[in-house]
């Protein structure tokens, strides 16, 4: 679990800071993110948040796209790719507020170390 907390504090790092690539890079990062982020805060491993009304706006946006998404059903490429391109932009859009939130709020000092955004 603690790789995984690895993986998703620099995905974390990589959308807070516009580092994800295109649109729907972006998108498919923010989503495979949102889906680890429950887990991680069952395990303790995240530090439930405080989020301010931007924060929770963009969260709700890629919230909503992460439970529209069956795993089962296709690969997170595929989901993204038949996706209308206004909400991958509003996905992508959403991501970096979100993902700075979630990295300045939740994320323990510790499982921040050697990320860039460690100072924020």
């Known amino acids: 679990m603690k790789a995984i907390l690895a993986e998703a504090v620099a995905a974390l790092a990589a959308l807070a800071e516009g580092r994800a690539g295109d649109a729907k890079a972006t998108a498919q990062l923010a989503i495979a993110t949102a ?15 405080d989020l301010d009304d931007e924060a929770l706006a963009a969260m709700a946006v890629v919230i909503d796209a992460a439970g529209a998404f069956e795993e089962e059903e296709e ?14 932009k509003n996905i992508a859009a959403a991501a970096r507020p979100w993902a700075a939130a979630v990295y300045a709020d939740m994320v323990p000092p510790g499982a921040k170390t050697g990320h860039s955004q460690s100072g924020a």
Do not use: K, N, S, Y
């Open 75 to 88: 690969t997170l490429v595929e989901f993204v790719a038949e996706l209308e391109a206004d909400d991958v």
């Open 35 to 49: 889906i680890q982020i429950p887990d991680l805060l069952d395990a303790g491993l995240l530090r439930p948040g």
